[in-house]
């Protein structure tokens, strides 16, 4: 996909005489859980629809999703077999919602996809609704990087634990499966470190940030993984991501505070020694 979005961008740009980018976006693959029916025919409607969520066609003035022509509705699902192009697998789209490859069959795709078109606010047609538990890094189809039940992501994450928890410098790109991947580790590591020095949250509010306790957890949540300093200050209570900065740069300078830790916490730091 992305030698075919860099090279369709390359020639058209030097047919028009244009430049910069042409598609909105890189490539997006997101993995789909199943469920009741195949996931594939509810992504194959949210692509049909897309004309309809950027108001290229108008269901309220009695358009349908064949007005516009640039779709594979009216490039091929409405086509009969000999005009259609022979690489577009239309025949697995019909069987998923139960038409045949009549004239019939295709009518009935297409007034289908326009019932949902008119039936729909423009700005979520054909965006599926989840009755499942959803949290911040779920997709919607537009943004994040999974789509289906929180416990579907925890099965995903466990599977790429030897990729994901592989230790990579700072500065690498990662992806967003990545730093989910990062954040629980991090909640895991806050969760024990807290344990281990005898502190509950609301002992941790109370307690300054450069309380020694928390600088060390700090210190050890930051280098063993990818999570950002803002996110550190706000679970540690430390209030700004400079202010974990700096004494996260005094801890390091300063090894004599590591003494004065209590010896199960100094046990929980050995443990996750960097």
């Not at 049909?48 to 269901?59: E, F, T, Y």
């Not at 516009?68 to 697998?89: D, T």
């Not at 807290?194 to 050890?220: F, H, I, N, T, Y």
């Amino acid at each position: 996909m992305k030698w075919l979005q860099n090279t369709y961008t390359c020639r058209f740009n030097t047919r028009h005489r244009l430049w910069g980018r042409l598609f909105g976006d890189r490539y997006k693959s997101v993995p789909v859980e199943s469920g009741a029916g195949h996931y594939y025919a509810l992504l194959l409607d949210y692509i049909h629809l897309n004309p309809v969520r950027a108001g290229l066609i108008n269901p309220v003035a009695d358009q349908s999703v064949l007005d516009y022509p640039w779709s594979s509705v009216a490039g091929g699902y409405a086509l009969p077999e000999g005009r259609r192009a022979k690489w577009l697998a239309a025949k697995a789209g019909w069987e998923e919602f139960g038409y045949p490859d009549t004239v019939n069959g295709r009518r009935k795709f297409v007034n289908r996809l326009d019932q949902r078109a008119s039936g729909e606010m423009r700005e979520h047609c054909g965006i599926p609704v989840s009755d499942v538990e959803v949290d911040g890094r779920m997709s919607h189809l537009r943004r994040g990087w999974y789509w289906g039940s929180q416990a579907f992501s925890e099965r995903l994450l466990k599977i790429g634990e030897d990729v994901l928890g592989r230790k990579r410098e700072r500065n690498y790109r990662y992806n967003e499966a990545k730093l989910a991947h990062a954040t629980a580790e991090a909640q895991r590591m806050l969760k024990e470190g807290l344990e281990a020095a005898g502190l509950d949250d609301a002992q941790l509010r109370k307690l300054p940030g450069a309380d020694m306790r928390k600088v060390a957890l700090a210190e050890r949540i930051w280098m063993r993984t990818t999570v950002s300093q803002e996110w550190i200050a706000e679970k540690l209570w430390m209030r700004s991501a400079p202010n974990v900065s700096q004494l996260l740069k005094r801890w390091k300078n300063q090894p004599k505070f590591r003494r004065q830790l209590p010896s199960q916490f100094k046990r929980f730091l050995s443990k996750y020694a960097a």
